[in-house]
């Protein structure tokens, strides 16, 4: 979901020349958004439908200028993955100037995905801010 609003943002802000690689720290690769991530972004006006998961490895962590998690577990899996990006790996939240982690909603009810989609969208848009102003 952080993602497609990442994508979403960019676009409105017209800015090119970004790639955005979503990816999972404890996944399967191939495997569809779940329903309740469909659904609640369908509600955002953004299609996942042909989303595909992919799993977060080394090669990927190297080739990225920054690496944003939704969790700290989730930074720590990638530092794990890849020590020396420590400097490039960032909770999503940090970036943002916010605190915490974000809802995990897998698993959970809709509502559940609803608050975390709520979330992620509002620090995508702080992210994209900080970024913009640290190019």
């Not at 996944?27 to 006006?45: D, F, N, Y």
């Not at 916010?98 to 559940?112: C, E, H, Q, S």
């Amino acid at each position: 979901m952080a993602g497609a609003f990442a994508a979403r943002e960019l676009d409105k802000r017209s800015v090119g020349n970004v790639q955005i690689i979503s990816a999972g720290t404890s996944t399967i690769s191939g495997l569809p958004a779940s329903e309740q991530a469909v659904v609640v972004m369908k509600e955002a006006g953004i299609d996942l439908r042909l989303h595909r998961t992919t799993v977060l490895d080394k090669k990927l962590v190297e080739e990225a200028d920054l690496v944003f998690t939704m969790t700290a577990g989730h930074r720590q899996a990638v530092l794990r993955t890849c020590p020396e990006a420590s400097g490039r790996v960032y909770l999503l939240s940090e970036y943002a100037g916010l605190k915490g982690d974000v809802i995990d909603p897998y698993g959970g009810v809709l509502d559940t995905y609803r608050r975390a989609a709520d979330q992620l969208e509002t620090m995508v848009v702080l992210a994209v801010d900080r970024l913009l102003r640290d190019l």
